[in-house]
């Protein structure tokens, strides 16, 4: 079996070991446990929204609670106040979130790096009072309760296994398409766009589209995760969207790995787990306890937890068999590119002196 096949017959292997593991978690875990794991693909959702974004466009975002936020709401406000079927409410949530993604992304034509980041901060800080200032719509600091799916009843599945079972039927969906979206002709174009605007402006790239539609379609990331969200707490307020939710996003796109995909699912891990783990070893210190682990998981995954996975899986991968023979051709076709230079410069240097001596 060749090095590529065997490459290959790894990596869908170790797909079809996730794909297992993900849908054997309601069967595994308590209720509770799993409205934790239906919380993390949530938020998987919204954090592979802003690594497309910042991860793999290079633009700095600290405003993606807002957006998850919004999505949230929207679905709230049709289910509780329009009526609407729960999954109907996901695509107008993520269309609603899409076309202010786009209205975000008209000012970083203009600026970038810090000065964006502030503009987006402003963002964050200005959408949880704007919640509470449409009283009427949104029901203000009291917030809104949401009925949640519930099994259908020829559906052999407790409501909390049910709800799993759906927002993953959900999230992977997006996975695909975020996947796809960075290995084609639109991910080369990001990336080019993230290492230098200037060249990837003189290979054709149209940056203003480019950042528009990645804002956009970041921002509509964000708004599924909010409908994900809400089906699994059944419960919006203000409270929820604080800075400290676009800040744990950043967090998590860092933790998991920036321009990764499945660096999400970790990062999404982190940031549900740790603070309720940090919770229960001493409540008074929880912020203390949750930022020295994500000091310590900085300074051992620099790469975030994708990076360190990659690294091992190069060091335990099958090692290509030393070959003398091309190593000797190689050699010898080096020695000779070294002759042929070094006559090169011979000839150039002997009619360098002889311009000279014809100058005098």
Not at 312 to 327: H, N, T
Request: contains cysteine; aromatic residues 10%.
């Amino acid at each position: 079996m060749s090095a590529e096949r065997r490459e290959r017959v790894l990596r869908y292997g170790a797909y079809a070991l996730v794909a297992v593991i993900a849908i054997s978690i309601p069967f595994l875990f308590g209720s509770y446990r799993v409205g934790q794991f239906t919380l993390v693909l949530a938020f998987a959702v919204a954090v592979l929204g802003l690594n497309l974004l910042v991860g793999y466009g290079g633009q700095i975002s600290l405003g993606h609670g807002a957006f998850f936020a919004l999505g949230a709401y929207t679905t709230a406000i049709l289910i509780e106040k329009a009526g609407f079927p729960h999954l109907a409410t996901i695509p107008i949530a993520a269309a609603v979130c899409f076309a202010f993604g786009l209205l975000l992304g008209l000012p970083a034509l203009r600026i970038r790096g810090l000065y964006l980041a502030l503009l987006t901060l402003g963002v964050a800080i200005a959408v949880p009072q704007l919640i509470k200032r449409f009283e009427s719509l949104t029901e203000g600091t009291q917030g809104i309760n949401v009925s949640q799916p519930s099994a259908p009843g020829w559906v052999p599945l407790a409501d909390d296994q049910f709800l799993y079972l759906l927002t993953l039927a959900l999230a992977v969906p997006m996975f695909v398409l975020a996947a796809g979206l960075v290995r084609g002709r639109i991910g080369r174009a990001l990336i080019s766009m993230r290492e230098n605007e200037v060249a990837a402006k003189a290979m054709g790239v149209d940056l203003a589209r480019l950042k528009t539609g990645a804002f956009a379609v970041s921002a509509l990331y964000a708004g599924v995760a909010g409908s994900l969200y809400v089906f699994s707490i059944g419960f919006v307020a203000p409270e929820s969207f604080t800075l400290t939710i676009s800040f744990a996003f950043l967090a998590a796109i860092v933790v998991g790995g920036l321009a990764t995909i499945g660096g999400a699912v970790f990062g999404a891990l982190f940031i549900e787990f740790v603070p309720v783990y940090a919770s229960d070893v001493n409540q008074a210190l929880a912020g203390v306890i949750y930022g020295a682990v994500l000091i310590a998981c900085m300074y051992v995954m620099r790469d975030g937890v994708m990076g360190l996975i990659r690294r091992i899986a190069g060091r335990l991968g099958p090692r290509q068999p030393s070959q003398p023979q091309e190593r000797e051709s190689e050699e010898s076709d080096e020695r000779q590119a070294g002759v042929r230079l070094a006559g090169a410069a011979g000839n150039g240097s002997a009619a360098a002196g002889d311009g000279v001596r014809a100058r005098r």
